[in-house]
């Protein structure tokens, strides 16, 4: 799984995986960037990875109000 450098382009079918108590990693994603309403989302868009390389690709992260978007992943490329 590679970390997204940055998204080229807007994400699309945005769909929510999980909220509040139902992501595991609720605990840690407070601590590390404050409380909030934690959602884990994904979607597709077009990326640029670590090594450079651009493609499209499904990205998961995890989203609050008011803090943002942290952690992106990407999940699987799509062609």
Sequence with gaps: MRR??????AIEKVEEIASGT?????????????EGRWRKLKGIARIEDDY??????????????GI??????VKRRHE
């Design 4 to 9: 997204v450098e940055r998204v080229l382009s």
């Design 68 to 73: 943002g978007k942290r952690l992106l992943k």
């Design 22 to 34: 139902g992501i595991r990693e609720l605990h840690r994603l407070t601590r590390l960037y404050g």
């Design 52 to 65: 450079g390389e651009i493609y499209l690709a499904e990205i998961h992260w995890y989203e609050a109000h």
